[in-house]
């Protein structure tokens, strides 16, 4: 049942009994209380849109807003272009709120598009890790987070360098490395 059709069938449902409130389908009655109908339907369907702007992931309307909250664009981001990077970059700062353990940082830098391993104790030195990335990180766009014109892939790592080096604990040294697994 279309919700239009709901509010109306609730508006019905107010009416008084007789003979002249008539509820019949097609009845002058049935299709007032339709077109009363149509502004609290889409007030609903507004309130549902705005649920979904609760949900960063989700987000397009409020966007900007999100970014402001957050601080974005930073440093680390840069201009960011398209929907997905904007979602991408957003999602990132959420959930980079906390967290030491190379688990963190390895789900930090996937919610950026990369695939990374880390080497703890580089050296014998257990304040030094070694974050190892592709030579070149290529990130494509997805469906659902690309709009029209958005570049299909980028290529770099500064994203990924300053996004750990903005979260790293003061006690740790993090080193790069490309070209390796």
């Known amino acids: ?19 002249a409130w008539t ?16 502004e609290p339907a889409r007030i609903h369907e507004r309130i549902e849109d705005l649920l979904d702007e609760m949900d960063p992931s989700k987000t397009v309307e409020l966007l900007t807003e999100w970014e402001t909250v957050w601080g ?6 840069g201009p960011l272009d398209t929907l997905g990077d ?16 190379p688990g963190f940082f390895i789900r930090l830098a ?3 598009g990369y695939t990374i391993t880390i ?3 580089v050296d014998g030195d257990p304040t ?7 030579e070149t990180s290529v990130r494509w766009a997805r469906a659902g987070q690309a709009r029209a014109g958005d570049k299909i892939r980028t290529w770099g790592n500064e994203i990924l360098e300053c996004a750990i080096l903005s979260v790293n604990p003061a006690h740790l ?3 790069f490395a490309y070209g390796g697994t």
């Open 128 to 134: 030094v890790w070694r974050v190892n990335a592709p």
């Open 1 to 19: 049942m279309a919700l239009i059709d709901r509010y109306a069938s609730q508006l019905k449902a107010l009416l008084p009994p007789g003979w």
């Open 72 to 77: 974005l664009p930073d440093p680390c981001t």
């Open 110 to 112: 996937e919610s950026l």
């Open 173 to 175: 040294t993090v080193l």
């Open 23 to 38: 509820r019949d389908t097609g009845s002058d009655m049935h299709l007032f209380m339709t077109g009363l109908s149509a």
């Open 119 to 121: 080497d703890e104790n």
């Open 86 to 101: 904007r979602r991408a970059a957003l999602l990132a700062r959420v959930r980079s709120v906390g967290g030491q353990s």
